[in-house]
């Protein structure tokens, strides 16, 4: 069972470059998620798809945007890359909401330079 | 505000003792309480959940954790502890109708062999 599979694994972006992170899951789950993770900080929400075809903010949403492309995919794109938003980047699915537990990728670790 | 604190940053224990990692939250609507486990490289594996009823509730990896509404806490346990545990756990609380959860930052788990 793959679960959740993001790509790439690693990148290095310059500063201003734009970059799209992959994700998708293949237990039929409705619901995904984007995560960055900072030292310290823990795991942040970036945006959600609650269900195909909506999408909503979470908590730090700025200078990233998402596409729920179908049920099983979810993107993120950094249209102009900034080195803040060096990070690991999570994908994470799960039948509904949050009372379900979610199933996590195994990250991306994104440098900007 | 709604926040979920875990007091120890770096725990180290000896392979073969008891382990307990604390977790103390504060939520305005009922709590659901999650504990997640994150090996090196990885992304984050659902432990445990807690949502009514039995105040003790078991999970995977022989783990535990035993809610206490007096106290807001919810404290992970294992009886003995095996060098595969080394990894960062989370805390995490969520309430029903919603898709986002509230992380603790973390406490990092070094098994001494």
């Known amino acids: 069972n793959a679960g959740v599979t993001q790509t790439p694994k690693f990148q290095v972006l310059k500063t201003g470059q734009s970059m799209t992170l992959q994700c998708a899951q293949d237990m039929n789950h409705n619901s995904m998620y984007w995560y960055r993770q900072d030292p310290g900080m823990g795991l942040r ?27 099983r995919e979810f993107s993120l794109r950094l249209e102009s890359a900034a080195p803040s938003q060096t990070s690991v980047y999570f994908c994470a699915s799960s039948e509904g909401g949050s009372l379900y537990g979610y199933t996590f990728g195994s990250g991306t670790r994104l440098t900007v330079v | 505000a709604q926040s979920v604190t875990q007091p120890d940053i770096h725990i180290t224990v000896s392979e073969g003792a008891s382990l307990e990692l604390r977790c103390n939250y504060s939520y305005g609507a009922t709590p659901y309480l999650f504990w997640y486990v994150q090996s090196p490289g990885q992304g984050l594996q659902l432990l445990l ?39 960062e756990y989370f805390c995490a609380v969520t309430t029903s109708g919603t898709y986002k959860y509230i992380f603790g930052t973390g406490t990092r788990l070094k098994v001494l062999a």
């Open chain 1, 45 to 71: 929400l970036i945006y959600y798809s609650a269900s195909e075809g909506t999408t909503d903010k979470g908590e730090v949403p700025n200078g990233y945007n998402v596409s729920r492309l179908n049920k």
């Open chain 2, 49 to 87: 959940k807690y949502f009514s009823g039995d105040t003790l509730v078991q999970g995977i990896k022989g783990f535990e954790a035993e809610f206490k509404r007096s106290q807001s806490s919810f404290n992970l346990r294992k009886p003995s502890v095996h060098w595969s545990d080394a990894a």
